[in-house]
């Protein structure tokens, strides 16, 4: 009996050391999540998640920073104290990183900047993995010149967070053609921060304001549409197709392919969640000392509603919503 336990004793010890060592040989990860304020944003911590396993050799501690960009530094210097391997930042705001990326590199802790841009040297951190939401944002108004030809277009924007580079890009992006018109006029643009009540209290805001004089609104994200389909709804404003409003929307969530396909959201431009994969890429060629790329850009489309035909969109179907991962 002693002789049994003591070998249980000694494979227990064994099995507890090749767990330690097994956990040591993880590769350790630090996400500083800009949020939760979006489906947008949760199909991409959900990427993550599902990336970042232990089965894929990773030991990954994601924070959500609550949309504050103090909170977001603060788990930056948190992952640097704790010495992990890798840090991932989706920054909150543009500026405001130089400090905490030359900690990190002191440190000698490679950063990958994920989703969004920085106003910060390329020397201060290790990559950058995202989208173009400069891009985006001149689709959205390629596309709205396409349709309208030589109508003109009194336009109420409700854009992202403040600071944050996918507001900026968009908004410059969209600009950019608006400028291009002569019968165009942005009549007002605010900020909803990314989400559905925000976008419910911008629009009700400007229908006080601009009842009867627009005819195209343009939201930053779904959720901000979700919010201002609301706002129209209680208005008895009519848009999408068949509607008085033209809508334009950004990220192309499932829910927001669906409001495409039903008819409700007359464009949407995607920007792409799926960007775990390629930053666990960059990690490894880095693990293994290969060449990788600085920047590396996720490709994103752009959808319109059936029945509309576009150089600069593809037309929704059933068949490409069913296939969406996101």
């Known amino acids: 009996m002693k002789k049994l336990l003591a070998i249980a004793v000694i494979g227990a010890a064994a099995m507890g050391m090749a767990m330690t060592a097994n956990a040591a040989d993880l590769i350790k990860v630090g ?22 396993t232990e089965d894929n050799g990773y030991s990954l501690e994601l924070v959500d920073c609550d949309n504050d960009h103090a909170k977001q530094i603060e788990a ?3 992952f640097i104290q704790e010495g992990l391997d890798y ?12 400090t905490v990326l030359q900690e990190a590199q002191d440190a000698g802790i490679p950063v990958i900047i994920a989703d969004r841009e920085i106003d910060a040297d390329e020397s201060l951190y290790t990559a950058w993995v995202g989208t173009a939401p400069h891009d985006e944002g001149v689709t959205a108004g390629k596309w709205l010149g396409e349709q309208l030809g030589d109508k003109e277009a009194n336009i109420l924007q409700i854009e992202g967070s403040v600071g944050a580079s996918a507001a900026i890009g968009r908004t410059e992006g969209f600009q950019e ?9 942005i009549l007002d643009s605010q900020s909803g921060d990314f989400t559905q009540d925000g976008g419910q209290q911008v629009m009700e805001s400007f229908i006080k304001s601009y009842e009867g004089k627009f005819n195209v609104v343009v939201c930053q994200n779904d959720n901000e549409a979700y919010g201002a389909m609301d706002a129209m709804d209680a ?11 033209t809508l ?5 969530t499932h829910d927001g392919l669906q409001y495409t396909l039903d008819g409700k959201f007359n464009l949407d431009v995607e920007c792409n969640p799926i960007q775990a994969q390629t930053v666990s890429d960059v990690i490894q060629k880095i693990q293994n000392k290969e060449d990788y790329e600085k920047k590396t850009l996720i490709k994103d489309e ?11 969109a593809t ?5 490409i919503l069913d296939k969406r991962a996101y």
Do not use: L
């Open 87 to 98: 840090i991932i930042i989706a920054p909150i705001q543009s500026a405001g990183w130089d």
């Open 248 to 252: 334009i929307s950004y990220d192309a």
């Open 31 to 52: 996400y500083a999540q800009v949020g939760h304020e979006s489906d947008w944003r949760t199909a991409n911590t959900k990427n993550y998640q599902d990336t970042f």
């Open 76 to 78: 930056v210097r948190n």
């Open 235 to 245: 208005a008895g404003i009519t848009y999408g197709v068949d509607g008085d409003v």
């Open 177 to 185: 053609e608006v400028d291009k018109h002569d019968n165009w006029k």
């Open 315 to 319: 037309e929704i179907t059933k068949d």
């Open 302 to 312: 752009a959808f319109n509603a059936p029945g509309i035909k576009s150089e600069f």
